[in-house]
């Protein structure tokens, strides 16, 4: 019976987001920019000066303590120089989402602002774990934010188009004392990493970012991208044991078995890795508060 809800759920939930706009263009083109091996830095800056929203917000970006600049950034091409093109790919996605799924409507069980303290935290961790791996994985760390920004994507769909499911999962997870993904599983029959992947797909992200969006809960069957998936399954990881969560309490999901081991991450550098999830909240929430 759950199989059969969960069905229709998923078809309604694919026919609201086929009613979805598609990416704004400056957004959608930039993605196209940053993975044409062809593309310069001014034609990124030129691209971006279309959209003064946009251009506002990253140079509010680049100049705050978000990044640390150690001097004022003036232009779009000087930001798209210094902070490269897929953190400008990462602040164009995000703020483009957040516009679209405001996160009204599923009540006082789903918590916006946590739901992007979250995300942020986690983008932040997963950059920091691909700075550490890059000598022997090459994973790009600005690859491994944007993944981390956009991996519990489902969930804000939840909230926009179901979020009476949405609220009844929220609540039973607390009462259960259950992960998330299980509880949307129990309630919904459907989980917000099959959601994110259909939205991925009518958004033409790339298959990395993709496959961090189905696989981030069970890395070890993503056909493709298992470092990048695996990178944002520990910072959420991560980000869950220093207490990140969608709220007081939420029960962690269930951590791979051997990805400490496939990243190599030790004791230590998992502890030095929750002490920075935990210093980043304040930062995370000026990211939420230039973007949103």
Not at 72 to 79: F, L, M, N, Q, R
Request: aromatic share 8%; charged share 25%.
């Amino acid at each position: 019976m759950t199989a059969v809800r969960g069905e229709e759920r998923y078809r309604r939930i694919v026919e609201s987001i086929d009613r979805l706009p598609s990416l704004p263009a400056v957004a959608g083109r930039l993605i196209d920019v940053v993975n044409s091996p062809d593309s310069s830095a001014d034609d990124a800056a030129e691209l971006i000066e279309k959209d003064p929203a946009l251009t506002s917000k990253l140079l509010r970006l680049a100049n705050s303590a978000f990044y640390g600049m150690p001097r004022t950034i003036s232009s779009v091409s000087s930001a798209v120089v210094i902070l490269g093109f897929n953190t400008i790919r990462s602040v164009a996605l995000s703020a483009s989402i957040m516009k679209m799924f405001p996160g009204k409507g599923a009540g006082a069980a789903f918590d916006h602002a946590r739901f992007w303290r979250h995300s942020i935290v986690s983008a932040m961790i997963a950059r920091s774990i691909a700075r550490r791996l890059f000598n022997f994985m090459m994973i790009d760390p600005e690859s491994a934010f944007c993944a981390g920004i956009l991996h519990d994507i489902g969930r804000l769909i939840f909230a926009q188009f179901a979020p009476e499911d949405c609220g009844s999962a929220c609540e039973y997870a607390k009462a259960n004392s259950v992960p998330l993904v299980d509880a949307e599983s129990a309630v919904m029959g459907i989980t917000h990493a099959r959601i994110g992947s259909i939205l991925a797909d009518k958004w033409a992200l790339p298959p990395d970012l993709e496959s961090a969006l189905v696989f981030h809960h069970d890395p070890g069957h993503a056909p493709s991208g298992k470092e990048l998936v695996s990178v944002v399954h520990l910072a959420d990881t991560v980000c869950h044991a220093a207490s990140v969560d969608l709220w007081e309490g939420e029960a962690a999901p269930r951590p791979w078995d051997g990805v400490r081991e496939y990243l190599r991450i030790g004791d230590d550098d998992y502890a030095a890795l929750q002490e920075e999830a935990a210093k980043s909240i304040e930062r995370s929430d000026e990211f939420f508060s230039i973007i949103g």
